[in-house]
């Protein structure tokens, strides 16, 4: 049986992990919210949750922070957003 603290079979378990293909994210489309800090604005990103007792949809809304490098957004705007920042 071979012993994992060796270099050889740790380094051979850090490439099988490397190697596995990253899983899409899903992309959220919201609207800016707010754009008042610097190179950074607050997104809107709302959907539609169906009620488990009464069958109607309800629209939720969680609020996202993306990074804006030349502070071109504006509030109102639509935003594609594929990577947060929480």
Do not use: W
């Not at 850090?14 to 990253?22: C, D, G, L, V, Y």
């Not at 899983?23 to 709302?46: A, D, Q």
């Amino acid at each position: 049986m071979e012993d994992l603290n060796t270099p050889t079979a740790a380094s051979a378990a850090q490439t099988s992990t490397a190697e596995q293909p990253r899983r899409f994210r899903k992309e959220k489309v919201g609207v800016v919210v707010s754009n008042k800090m610097n190179k950074s604005i607050t997104i809107s990103v709302e959907k539609k949750v169906k009620d488990s007792m009464y069958h109607k949809f309800i629209k939720s809304s969680r609020k996202f922070m993306a990074h804006d490098e030349e502070n071109t957004c504006n509030v109102v705007t639509v935003f594609g957003l594929s990577k947060p920042v929480l």
